[in-house]
């Protein structure tokens, strides 16, 4: 079965710092890759996605992410973090079209001013 | 266009009590889920649909029931309510083919 680990439950950074979120999967063929990014109280947005083709995939609000299937890993990034990316952020796998997205347990980020 | 909407946005039941959540979507979308998130976890599948008139169990099912009697309403059924049903409830659809599944804005429940 087919499984997303996001091994940083919180992450805290300074305002203006880079910022990396981990995403690593276990699935035999490489999946449909996803980012969301949720808001306190609020529903998922979707930030990015990888179906195939180049492996650093630009999303919105300024973050790209790097698929590196030797590494099963789909990590988040962003150079310069503002303050309004304080949020929990998902990765998500599709094996396949129609199928159930799977989700990491999310990543808490922190900005301090 | 409004997407997928959902309602009640917050709803606190008592324990035995049932309740459905709605949702709705204006895609023509075929694929439908429902998923739950518990605090400091990920979505989980309760149950999905590939159409009006077939729906099929996720992954935690348990609790639930649904129907898809159209193309547009996937309702979710909460018979008994329990405390483990306490939970966000997001609401997803999708068309045939279409890997990206677009989220409703959720509806918080609360069991007392």
């Known amino acids: 079965a087919q499984s997303v680990t996001q091994p940083d439950i919180h992450i805290t950074v300074s305002e203006g710092a880079s910022l990396e979120l981990r995403c690593n999967y276990s699935y035999g063929a490489t999946p449909y890759l996803f980012w969301y990014v949720q808001s306190p109280g609020q529903g998922l947005q979707l930030l990015l996605k990888y179906f195939s083709g180049d492996t650093l995939v630009q999303g919105i609000k300024g973050f790209e992410a790097e698929f590196k299937r030797s590494q099963s890993s789909f990590n988040l990034r962003k150079p310069s973090v503002h303050w309004s990316d304080a949020a929990e952020y998902f990765c998500a796998v599709n094996k396949a079209a129609g199928n159930k997205l799977t989700f990491g347990g999310g990543t808490r980020v922190l900005v301090k001013p | 266009n409004a997407g997928v909407t959902q309602t009640p946005k917050f709803r606190i039941l008592k324990i035995g009590q049932s309740m459905t959540l709605q949702c709705t979507q204006d895609m023509n979308h075929n694929y439908m889920y429902w998923y739950r998130q518990d605090p400091g976890m990920g979505l989980k599948l309760i149950y999905y649909s590939v159409g009006a008139g077939i729906t099929d169990k996720g992954e935690v099912p348990n609790g639930y029931n649904v129907s898809r009697s159209t193309t547009e309403d996937f309702p979710l059924r909460l018979e008994l309510a329990a405390p483990s049903q306490t939970s966000v409830y997001f609401c997803?659809?999708?068309?045939?083919?279409?890997?990206?599944?677009?989220f409703g804005p959720g509806t918080r429940l609360t069991v007392l």
């Open positions: 997803a659809s999708t068309s045939e083919g279409q890997p990206e599944q677009f």
